[in-house]
């Protein structure tokens, strides 16, 4: 079991930025991957962006130069640092773990970019 807690979301003007947390309730060096999904109004969740335990990452196409996913073992808890944000960015923004072949998802947290 792997419980996730987000934080940092709210409300920011086009090309401004926010940083997302998501701490997790067990190590998170045990955790295969985790990553940052998106998902808003009548559209399906989407992945944001992804890190391994190798530190491997990947983002999607709409956010790479703007994004970063970061992790800090010793806190537990993995970052998204984002910039330049535009209102295509407003979604509700979910944390997920893949351990053990389960995915295991935060509650969300909300990101409005005003234009």
């Known amino acids: 079991q792997v419980q996730l807690v987000e934080s940092g979301g709210g409300l920011v003007q086009a090309g401004g930025s926010l940083r997302l947390s998501c701490t997790a309730s067990?190590?998170?060096?045990?955790?295969?991957?985790m990553g940052w999904y998106r998902q808003a109004p009548g559209k399906q969740r989407e992945l944001v962006a992804s890190?391994?335990?190798?530190?491997?990452?990947n983002y999607a196409d709409f956010v790479k130069g703007r994004f970063t996913i970061s992790r800090d073992n010793a806190k537990n808890t993995v970052y998204l640092q984002m910039s330049s944000l535009k209102p295509e960015d407003t979604a509700v923004y979910y944390c997920?773990?893949?351990?053990?072949?389960?995915?295991?998802w935060g509650q969300g947290t909300q990101v409005t970019v005003s234009s």
């Open positions: 997920n773990a893949y351990y053990y072949s389960k995915n295991y």
């Open positions: 067990r190590r998170i060096f045990s955790i295969n991957t």
């Open positions: 890190i391994t335990t190798g530190g491997s990452t």
